[in-house]
């Protein structure tokens, strides 16, 4: 993960402000509508791998005209019942967008722990350091112009990263109805630069990250399902941060952390020297300041990556189960 700081300074850039729009796509739904999960592992799990949600372009070197065309690839995890009214989990892994992968052996004990309890969870590669995304030219440029050499890169990676986690729940709506999701329950979580993608995703507009680039810019934009929200409802921040929605506030002149933001729970080890815990406490801040509901999990001694870490005797994926189901009052079994 790269440091903090180096986020913050790699985001900071005054671009053009682009008008966007709430994603509130959300229907209210009646009590015969809200899904119902085990509290116990009930159902065998089937899983599909490698799995195209879109494509990205990939460049040769950064922005050039050479490129090559990737499949973005997700694993979808589907509890093997009769259920047509189902939640949904977007897991993202983490790397410092620099590496990492979709079967990550933690992501997948999590994406089993929730399929077999009647989520469909689905897991996805993103675009990395090293396939050179696209991103939009003001942005490029502002980071040649102004970063150290050796700061560029880490600005430029985080671009393609969260249009890419953007296009994998809009591929989610698109085909909620193939694996009966209720798009009314969705969470996005993960851990270390996941867990960044996570916050972005539940507190950022449906354009961010993806009306910076025209068809022309990058044409694999058509393949992103655009008419389709990326409306998350929780959040699961395992070691995360604010940090690149609050360079989103600054490089636009705009405000997205507030009162319309999804429902957070944070934990995060104080000993953790690659997010420093003082991202978490950021981070709960402005949920103090909002007054949107959060849970605050210390993780004490525990450093980055800390997924054995228990909490009151219980695992992340049992702590993350309760704090779903309380906030969007799932039927519990």
């Known amino acids: 993960m790269t440091h ?3 986020i913050l300074i790699g985001c900071i850039w005054i671009l053009v402000a682009l008008g966007c729009t709430k994603d509130d796509t959300t229907v209210p739904l009646g009590p015969e509508t809200i899904p119902t999960v085990k509290e116990a592992a009930t159902y065998t799990v089937s899983r599909t791998s490698g799995i195209t949600y879109a494509e990205g372009l990939s460049h040769t070197t950064w922005n050039s005209a050479s490129t090559t065309i990737m499949a973005l690839k997700l694993d979808l995890y589907v509890p093997q019942n009769s259920a047509i009214n189902r939640p949904a989990l977007v897991l993202i892994h983490g790397g410092g967008l620099n590496g990492g992968s979709r079967t990550n052996t933690n992501i997948v004990a999590m ?4 399929a077999s309890r009647g989520w469909v969870v689905c897991s996805l590669d993103y675009r990395l350091r090293g396939n050179k995304g696209t991103v939009p030219a003001l942005w490029e440029q502002y980071a040649v112009a102004h970063l150290p050499q050796t700061e ?6 985080i671009y393609p990263a969260n249009r890419d ?15 009966h999701i209720n798009t009314n329950f969705i969470t996005a979580g993960g851990n270390s630069a996941g867990a960044f993608l996570s916050v ?14 025209s068809l022309v810019d990058d044409p694999t934009l058509a393949t992103t399902h655009l008419g389709q929200p990326s409306k998350i409802h929780t959040i699961l921040d395992f070691w995360g941060s604010e940090n690149y929605v609050r360079a989103l506030e600054q490089v636009y002149q705009i405000q997205r952390l507030d009162t319309n933001d999804a429902p957070i729970l944070i934990a995060h080890g104080t000993a953790d020297a690659i997010v420093p815990f003082s991202n978490a406490v950021a981070l709960q801040t402005t949920y103090q300041a909002t007054g949107v509901d959060y849970a605050f999990y210390t993780l004490q001694d525990q450093e980055h990556e800390a997924w054995d870490a228990l909490i009151a005797g219980k695992t992340l994926s049992e702590v993350s189960f309760e704090f779903i189901a309380a906030q969007q009052a799932l039927i519990v079994e």
């Open 4 to 6: 903090s700081k180096s």
């Open 111 to 114: 994406a089993d722990y929730f």
């Open 152 to 157: 560029i890169v880490d600005a430029l990676k």
């Open 165 to 179: 986690a953007k296009a994998a729940v809009r591929w989610l709506y698109a085909n909620a109805e193939n694996y």
């Open 200 to 213: 972005t995703l539940g507190t950022t507009e449906a354009g961010d990250f993806t009306d910076e680039l």
